[in-house]
């Protein structure tokens, strides 16, 4: 009996993990086509200064809305992007649509106005990679040191390609770097000194449960403190509400991102979100 119970259940796994991999390579049969069929959106969500609390760019985030079905996450069409290597040529799409976006709302009356732009480790280290920044930055004209590439942190470990040397001449040409979701994974804090980056993005996860204990609040406190030593910026993803932004603040964080000021939007509620009229009417 035992054993009719565990051939049972097996075969009930197996079900399921045919289904999951009929919905993943269906998946990713559709993403083959979502670029020319122009599905993809990217959406911008708002930086804010601590230090004058107005807006000082923005993480440029994508969104997949497929023609047949409902939209899907990015948490689960990346790593779809990823594991295919369709993220290269994504990836190059979010690069100049992001960058075209930042110039528009530069001119727009935003001079300083910078944008962000999530990078896959599967991007970065293809070959093509810098040519396809550069000529982002030429087509688009938007000037270097208004883009920032956002790295993962388990890039930082990887050896077996040049990835300091890569940071380092996009760098020099002006381009910022930031290591996303700060403390989430395996930090080797040792080899962050390495690269040349400019800012940590605190992990939503620390955020969230800052005041859970003094310990969480204690933990912020020093990861911030940490990238103050190094001279790198900060910025605190996740904030969702006053009490937070405050305690953020009085603890020396640079940058705020969260549902507390926007969610992400297309780039005409963005635009709308840092016009004047609004600017003037908050302050
Ligand atoms: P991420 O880069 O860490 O982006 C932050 C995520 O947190 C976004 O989720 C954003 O919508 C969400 N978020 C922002 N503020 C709040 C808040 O106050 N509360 C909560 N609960 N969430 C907040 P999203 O847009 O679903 O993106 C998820 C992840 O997908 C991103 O995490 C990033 O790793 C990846 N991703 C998104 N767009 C791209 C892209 O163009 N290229 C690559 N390679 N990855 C991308
Ligand atoms: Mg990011
Ligand atoms: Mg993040
Ligand atoms: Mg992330």
């Not at 930086?47 to 440029?60: L, M």
């Not at 001119?107 to 920044?133: C, R, T, W």
């Not at 993962?152 to 020099?172: C, K, M, N």
Request: glycine letters at 8%; aromatic letters at 10%.
């Amino acid at each position: 009996r035992a054993k009719d119970v565990a051939a049972n259940s097996y075969r009930l796994f197996d079900e399921t993990m045919n289904n999951q991999a009929i919905e993943l390579v269906s998946m990713a049969a559709k993403l083959k086509t979502a670029i020319e069929k122009n599905e993809f959106s990217l959406y911008l969500q708002p930086k804010i200064d601590f230090k004058t609390g107005k807006v000082r760019g923005a993480e440029a985030l994508l969104r997949w809305f497929p023609d047949k079905g409902p939209p899907v996450r990015p948490d689960l069409f990346i790593p779809i992007a990823e594991n295919t290597g369709m993220i290269v040529e994504i990836g190059e799409w979010v690069v100049r649509e992001a960058c075209l976006m930042a110039k528009r709302i530069q001119d727009l009356g935003h001079p300083d106005f910078a944008v962000a732009v999530n990078v896959s480790a599967v991007q970065f280290k293809h070959g093509n990679f810098e040519h396809i920044v550069l000529d982002a930055l030429y087509v688009s004209g938007l000037e270097p040191q208004f883009l920032e590439l956002e790295l993962t942190e388990s890039l930082f470990l990887e050896d077996e390609y040049d990835i300091a040397g890569q940071i380092g001449r996009l760098a020099a040409k002006g381009i910022s770097f930031s290591v996303d979701d700060f403390g989430k994974g395996y930090s080797n804090l040792g080899n962050l000194g390495r690269f040349d980056i400019k800012t940590l993005k605190i992990d939503q996860g620390f955020i969230f449960t800052m005041f859970d204990s003094p310990k969480n609040t204690a933990l912020v406190e020093a990861i911030i403190g940490l990238a103050k030593s190094l001279g790198l910026c900060t910025v605190a993803e996740g904030v969702e509400d006053e009490k937070t932004a405050a305690k953020l603040r009085e603890v020396g964080a640079d940058y705020g991102q969260g549902y507390l000021w926007s969610k992400p939007l297309p780039i005409d509620e963005f635009i709308d979100f840092v016009s004047p009229a609004r600017n003037s009417a908050a302050s």
